[in-house]
């Protein structure tokens, strides 16, 4: 397997996938990297590949099929009286490919990915009644990017549906828009039209572009093994033998899993968008210093941006475009006041995204409170805020304070840190029973006698990780300005621009974990 972090993509995968799109010509660049990235594939998931040639071939055919009911389609060939019926007759036919495309792509996920979690809880119900049969239990083997691709799959068809973009009839580009491969494992979730054409233009190889994707790469490579691989033996040490631990220790844990996570989906996601850079590719930023948020909802638009930017186009707008949702915000806005009729109107849709956001990330019951948990806090803040800014009016309280601004970030910090608990506990009750022990086990000598050093990590562990953490916040308080770093490398002279690459590495050598003592830590966003 050749994780984007592995000594076999770096240094021969890669290399070897440049060389050949060099040397190809230009229109058969982009077959190229089709190639590479179904060898990619492979590398994971061998003849599950199958899925994946099903959801391209399939999607590719609908919509085809869409394209042609539009032609097919003459208004002005009809006769006056005729019109309205054909245009209905066009609506529905367009309206039933479309959920066919849909559904297709919506099964193969659901059969894969949750039967199991379905079919499991479906028999524990039996057994609560006394059922004296219970369904048989299925697991599936789950091909990589499963969930990423697939969301692109629907985000295509719906396009092509509402006529943003064009049905394609190269099934090769198509497919390369699926399957490119710095995309597969973690995303980003990119749009047919943010990355199809770029994908086939065949561009050459350029200086700039390759010293940009290797800048990126080492970035998300310092994340990766400075931060979330070192952490990882105590991050695994805390939740898998969580009854051991309470108070600190627990908040230990979510702090640390927190910024493991950032660490490590970020830093694959550097490596993504400094793979694309290379071959000239624009990929979509999927992180925007989260951590520099000061709501629930804003944080929400800084991770993860192309997931919460997939729900809310396909899934947040179309339920509030609803009748039913259109006439409860008629109606509570008539009966409640503006306020609370937008609230509650929007609700319905917000109540959408996040249930499918917690069930996206997994099948646990843990995914569905994580998503119900942020669905609950964004709702208070938008129903509070009325209630919050009469507060601050009363109380003479600046929010552009940096007092108040101070505040904001410790109280979204803590709302960060209880949500990720939830999400990494190996299971709802193991959460719940780790968010009672930080109250019930609470016993600050766990500061002093040395606890934290008993969990796998030593001093130097925890020095390498907390100068790690201040150059990712550096870097984050220098972008959070507007400032492109690169850009101010870039005007630097060749010396100086090698100089601090060769640091860079050596950097990474020096304080990444890596060889004996460690666990490396799989791709954490990979297993979603």
Request: charged share 15%.
């Amino acid at each position: 397997m050749m994780a984007y972090n592995s000594l076999l993509y770096l240094f021969i995968f890669l290399p070897v996938v440049l060389l050949a799109y060099q040397l190809a010509p230009q229109s058969f660049r982009y077959k190229v990297l089709l190639i590479a990235s179904y060898v990619f594939f492979l590398s994971f998931s061998g003849k599950l590949l199958a899925y994946l040639l099903f959801s391209t071939l399939s999607i590719h055919h609908m919509g085809l099929w869409l394209a042609s009911c539009k032609k097919d389609y003459m208004p002005a060939a009809y006769a006056p009286e005729d019109k309205k019926a054909k245009k209905a007759a066009y609506d529905s036919k367009r309206r039933r490919i479309l959920w066919l495309g849909i559904g297709l792509q919506l099964s193969i996920l659901l059969i894969l990915k949750y039967s199991g979690f379905f079919f499991e809880n479906f028999n524990l119900a039996l057994k609560a009644i006394s059922f004296p049969r219970l369904l048989p239990s299925m697991k599936f083997a789950l091909p990589i990017g499963i969930s990423f691709y697939t969301l692109q799959a629907i985000s295509y068809l719906i396009d092509v549906y509402y006529e943003k973009i064009e049905a394609d009839d190269n099934l090769g580009r198509l497919a390369l828009y699926l399957s490119f491969f710095p995309t597969l494992l973690e995303g980003p979730i990119c749009r047919y039209s943010q990355t199809a054409k770029a994908l086939c233009q065949g561009k050459p190889l350029e200086y700039k572009n390759l010293t940009y994707g290797l800048q990126r790469i080492m970035w998300g490579l310092f994340k990766k093994l400075v931060i979330a691989d070192r952490l990882n033996l105590l991050v695994e040490t805390i939740f898998d033998t969580a009854n051991h631990y309470g108070g600190i220790i627990v908040i230990a844990g979510a702090v640390l899993y927190t910024f493991q996570l950032y660490a490590d989906f970020s830093g694959c996601i550097d490596m993504t968008i400094g793979t694309g850079e290379m071959f000239g590719i624009a990929i979509p930023e999927n992180f925007r210093q989260p951590f520099f948020s000061k709501t629930a909802s804003e944080f929400w638009r800084r991770w993860h941006i192309t997931l919460g930017a997939w729900l809310k186009d396909y899934i947040f707008y179309p339920i509030s475009l609803t009748k039913f949702v259109k006439n409860l915000g008629k109606k509570s806005r008539a009966k409640l006041g503006k306020h609370l009729g937008q609230i509650i109107s929007s609700s319905a849709a917000l109540f959408g995204v996040w249930i499918l956001n917690g069930l996206w990330h997994g099948t646990g019951w843990n995914y569905i409170f994580f998503g119900m948990y942020y669905f609950v806090l964004i709702l208070l803040g938008n129903l509070l805020e009325p209630v919050i800014q009469r507060m601050v009016n009363a109380l003479r309280i600046s929010r552009t304070s940096a007092l108040y601004r101070s505040f904001q970030t410790v109280k979204l910090l803590v709302i960060v840190f209880t949500g990720e608990l939830f999400f990494r506990a190996n299971s709802l009750t193991a959460g719940m029973n780790m968010f009672q022990s930080i109250f019930t086990g609470f016993h600050w000598s766990a500061v002093t006698d040395g606890s934290l050093l008993k969990l796998g990590l030593s001093l130097p562990d925890f020095i390498a990780v907390f100068l790690g953490f201040i150059a990712v916040y550096t870097v984050g308080l220098i972008h959070e300005q507007g400032i492109s770093i690169r850009d101010r490398i870039s005007g630097w002279n060749m010396f100086a621009r090698w100089s601090f690459l060769y640091a860079a590495i050596l950097l990474i050598i020096v304080l990444g974990a890596y060889g004996d003592g460690y666990l490396p830590a799989k791709l954490i966003y990979a297993g979603f």
